[in-house]
């Protein structure tokens, strides 16, 4: 990791400053930076992550991350609910309150459908929620990028890459003048 403090500003405390968090740069269109996404990537640069305000068709494939463990999640979880729901009707119907209701058998399979259903749907989407949220490490109240001013408008009309400067192929201003080749308007340090 590159560790280069961060410049003291006119007036600011004498306090700790944080060290370099990486580079972020920004871009006007959503094509320029799934380029510059490709092109980084292709360059070996892997600790890097992208922000834009809208879904990027091809931007998660430019990034490096292919498949997602979400649906294996949610298979987990939903085999998870429908055996609870199996042993929790074979243990009150059959082991705890056995009651015969009609000649019926005590562990009549088709009785049991709905609920089982009902939880493997249930515990599916349960899992799935708290997977994503765990997986995309949610909620960040803070992190580095929201000292650059520049980056509110990731929300609204501007496209930024942030390139970690934990990433084995990061030299500063290699980095620098590899983001501005590529269509970057502005290059800001991010600090944190």
């Known amino acids: 990791m590159v560790v280069v403090p961060r410049p003291k500003l006119e007036g600011e405390p004498e306090l700790e400053r944080a060290e370099l968090f990486g580079l972020l740069a920004e871009f006007d269109s959503a094509d320029k930076l799934v380029r510059a996404t490709r092109a980084a990537y292709a360059a070996g640069f892997r600790a890097m992550d992208a922000y834009s305000p809208f879904p990027v068709e091809g931007l998660s494939e430019a990034l490096g991350s292919h498949t997602s463990a979400i649906p294996l999640i949610g298979l987990f979880g939903g085999t998870a609910g429908a055996l609870t ?11 705890a309150l056995p009651i015969n209701v009609g000649g019926r058998p005590l562990d009549s399979w088709p009785s049991f459908l709905p609920v089982t259903f009902e939880l493997a749907v249930l515990f599916s989407a349960l899992s799935m929620v708290a997977g994503l949220l765990i997986l995309n490490r949610l909620p960040e109240p803070y992190h580095p990028v929201f000292n650059v001013a520049a980056f509110a408008r990731a929300s609204r009309d501007r496209f930024f890459l942030c390139v970690e400067a934990r990433d084995p192929s990061f030299r500063r201003e290699d980095t620098r003048r590899f983001l501005e080749q590529h269509g970057a308007s502005e290059v800001a340090d991010v600090y944190g």
């Open 85 to 95: 729901g199996v042993t929790l009707q074979y243990w009150i119907h059959v082991l």
